[in-house]
């Protein structure tokens, strides 16, 4: 297992442009969870988590430490959009590896706006 990790590792060394991705797409969500860990602040308010037309109230209030688990969803999305990306480069070739590192990316972005956007409604001004 820990040789197949090291032989991955060396053939993504060898592709500069998707190892900058990785690099990029690991400090987005590392920086990204320092931003929620220094926003985040403790509140009686409940923020809107989620709509339904299905249900009574239509929508769904949590806590405030819900934020946090943005910062897990980026964490998660980093971890497993870099392994496939060096798994597709090695199995299918560069244009889809870069493809996917690309997405993860950009879904590491739409969570930081929404959590920004969230923050900038439920803080107090």
């Given at each position: 297992?820990?040789?197949t990790?090291?032989?991955?590792?060396?053939?993504?060394i060898?592709?500069?442009?998707?190892?900058?991705l990785?690099?990029?797409?690991?400090?987005?969500?590392l920086?990204?969870?320092t931003?929620?860990l220094?926003?985040v602040?403790?509140?009686e308010?409940?923020?809107?988590?989620h709509?339904?037309?299905?249900g009574?109230?239509?929508?769904?209030?949590?806590?405030?430490?819900?934020?946090?688990?943005?910062?897990a969803?980026?964490?998660?999305?980093?971890?497993?959009?870099?392994a496939?990306?060096?798994?597709?480069f090695?199995?299918?070739g560069?244009p889809?590896?870069?493809?996917f590192?690309?997405?993860?990316?950009?879904?590491i972005?739409?969570?930081?706006?929404?959590?920004?956007?969230?923050?900038?409604?439920?803080?107090?001004v």
């Open positions: 297992m820990l040789d990790i090291k032989q991955s590792f060396k053939e993504l060898t592709n500069r442009y998707l190892t900058v990785t690099a990029v797409t690991v400090l987005l969500a920086s990204f969870v931003y929620i220094l926003n602040r403790p509140s308010l409940q923020l809107v988590t709509y339904t037309a299905y009574v109230t239509h929508l769904y209030r949590d806590q405030w430490y819900y934020l946090f688990t943005f910062g969803l980026a964490l998660l999305v980093a971890f497993i959009h870099v496939l990306s060096i798994k597709l090695i199995t299918k560069h889809l590896a870069i493809m590192a690309w997405m993860g990316i950009g879904v972005l739409f969570a930081w706006v929404t959590a920004a956007s969230i923050i900038n409604v439920w803080s107090p």
